[in-house]
T-cell receptor
Framework: DAGVIQSPRHEVTEMGQEVTLRCKPI?????LFWYRQTMMRGLELLIY????????DSGMPEDRFSAKMPNASFSTLKIQPSEPRDSAVYFC??????????FGSGTRLTVV | QQQVKQSPQSLIVQKGGISIINCAYE??????FPWYQQFPGKGPALLIA?????SEKKEGRFTISFNKSAKQFSLHIMDSQPGDSATYFC????????????FGRGTSLIVHP
């Protein structure tokens, strides 16, 4: 089991550019979550999917953020246009059943 | 909105000592209370979890103590080792139809050799 796979591991981009973060959940896990981690706000849930369907996107900070899950093995989080305050570590997590999450190793995003 | 208060924010202990991290919550409709461990450059990983039908759960050097009436639970790390140096998060579920946790702000633990 390769775990939850995120790419890229690091991303540095200029303000105004589009950024796409990618996630491959664990095979068989039917729920997928996108989190953002910052020193100021801790771990924040941005959006989650059940069976590829977005269930709650109330944590998405602005319309500049969007997420898709076109199939059970792939999800993207897109920021367009990016801003310096979007700099954070973005985690994808998946789970099957009711409780335990498995997190990926994260994407460290720096917007300059 | 679930409020989760985790303390302390940081903790330094000597090798062999006991590390204690606390978590207090407001309300929850679910009976599952986990602690996650995060090393630098990695995502949080489930460390240990408890169902409140018991007041304590032990796995090796890690113990969760749960006080349902006080709405608090704590993580005890016995015989702390330098390899335990990490950030620890408690998680408490939000109210709602499915289990979606709110994470505490984290405790940075440093264990000196």
């Amino acid at each position: 089991d390769a775990g939850v796979i995120q790419s890229p591991r690091h991303e540095v981009t200029e303000m105004g550019q589009e950024v796409t973060l990618r996630c491959k959940p664990i095979s068989g896990h039917n729920s997928l979550f996108w989190y953002r981690q910052t020193m100021m706000r801790g771990l924040e849930l941005l959006i989650y999917f059940n069976n590829n369907v977005p269930i709650d996107d109330s944590g998405m900070p602005e319309d500049r953020f969007s997420a898709k899950m076109p199939n059970a093995s792939f999800s993207t989080l897109k920021i367009q246009p990016s801003e310096p305050r979007d700099s954070a570590v973005y985690f994808c997590a998946s789970r099957t059943g009711a409780y335990g999450y498995t997190f990926g190793s994260g994407t460290r995003l720096t917007v300059v | 909105q679930q409020q989760v208060k985790q303390s302390p924010q940081s903790l330094i202990v000597q090798k062999g000592g006991i590390s204690i991290i606390n978590c207090a919550y407001e309300n929850t409709a679910f009976d599952y209370f986990p602690w996650y461990q995060q090393f630098p450059g990695k995502g949080p990983a489930l460390l240990i979890a408890i169902r409140p039908d018991v007041s304590e759960k032990k796995e090796g050097r890690f113990t969760i103590s749960f006080n349902k009436s006080a709405k608090q639970f704590s993580l005890h790390i016995m015989d702390s080792q330098p390899g335990d140096s990490a950030t620890y998060f408690c998680a408490v579920p939000k109210s709602g139809g499915s289990y979606i946790p709110t994470f505490g702000r984290g405790t940075s633990l440093i264990v000196h050799p």
